[in-house]
């Protein structure tokens, strides 16, 4: 009897979807390796693998077969796709046209390492960032340039602005999975992207209310109010703290602060916190580490760089890595608390994950890249093992956020990927 790789779902489903991984038809007790790899869209290689034992029966059941060493450990039914790592060194796992899936390539091999033995079965899976019967809709609307994800149905759906940090450009993958869970979802883009600035030199928070005005327009967008979701640069904080029309927001790894830009907003300009690179460290892997180099909060919550957070009118999650290499998330958002509760407003609800490092996403760890600040390779913190279980249970937590607030047109299912 040949051994056979079962998936289920077959040959294609959502990126935050489970897979269930199975083998059969091997051996009583048949000691084997798995292998995952799957190529990004600019063909660098990201790999896995892990080694087995099969049951009495021949059969191996990653729901109940702990992994007895590899990339990974334990009893792990999805660490095959987690605990990816890229062939090249600091390059991070990113996808950019949600509209063609990722290919991951499955192997099981007989034996262990260091040296596995020939080819038992294979199977190929992918894995999709368009959800069905999610509508993807470009926005050039004024100033603004986005990407508009609509759930299935003829709504009108709740609605969210999606915003990342540093590095500009437009990234579509978190939009394109929340509007699968419900969500109508703005994916923004605002700088470094087609006719937009090249470079973001003060945060102009006018092209910010001019995207959350387009959402409130939008016929298939259900008011009252608009979610807010950022990473690191937290615009969505400064957002929350000036504009109207916002119902809930949630910051990852974000910052309360100006930052290292400036914030206009019609006669109101904050000034940047700034940075010091002296105080860049250099670990002993030759990376830089970055955590100290932003100026201290002189006056704590009254410092002038600090948005004035105690203008939101409504809830704000905060989720935080606790090993986050890029700043002192965890302190920033102990500071928005401060500031808020010494102005009579209620505390934040703050989610702190030991172990987990600054890109807290749906993707596989990314432990060091390329930082557009320094213009070099940084740390970002987190250990694989607590980082991946992080982002599993940060998914859950935002949508049960976002379902509390914002209200939902449709029973929204979390993800266990």
Known sequence: MSATLFLEP??????????????????????????????????????????????????????????????????????????????????????????????????????????????????????????????????????????LFLPPGPGPFPGITDIFGIGGGLLEYRASLLAGHGFATLALAYYNFEDLPRNLDIIPLEYFEEALCYMLQHRRVKGPGIGLLGISLAICLKMASFLKNVSATVSINGSGTSGNKGINYKQISIPPLYYDPRRIKVAFSGLMDIVDIRNDLVGGYENLSMNPIEKAQRPILFIIGQDDHNWRSELYAQTVSERLQAHGKEKPQIICYPGTGHHIEPFPLCPASFHALVNKHVMWGGEPRAHSKAQVDACKQILAFFCKHLGGTQKIAFPKL
Request: a negative charge.
């Open 10 to 147: 077959a040959g294609r489903c959502c990126w935050d979807e489970p897979v269930h991984i199975a083998v059969r038809g091997l051996v009583p007790e048949q000691q084997i390796t798995l292998r995952a790899s799957l190529r990004d869209e600019k063909a660098a290689l990201f790999r896995a693998h892990a080694c087995y034992c099969a049951d009495t029966r021949g059969e191996l059941d990653l729901e109940r077969a702990p992994a007895l060493g590899g990339s990974f450990a334990g009893l792990e039914p999805m660490e095959l796709l987690w605990a990816l790592e890229p062939e090249k060194p600091f390059w991070r796992f990113l996808k950019r046209d949600v509209q063609i899936p990722f290919v991951v390539e499955l192997e099981v091999l007989d034996g262990h390492d260091p040296d596995p033995g020939r080819l038992l079965c294979q199977a190929r899976h992918e894995r999709d960032f368009l959800p069905p019967g999610v509508r993807r809709e470009p926005v050039r609307s004024g100033r603004v340039c986005a990407t």
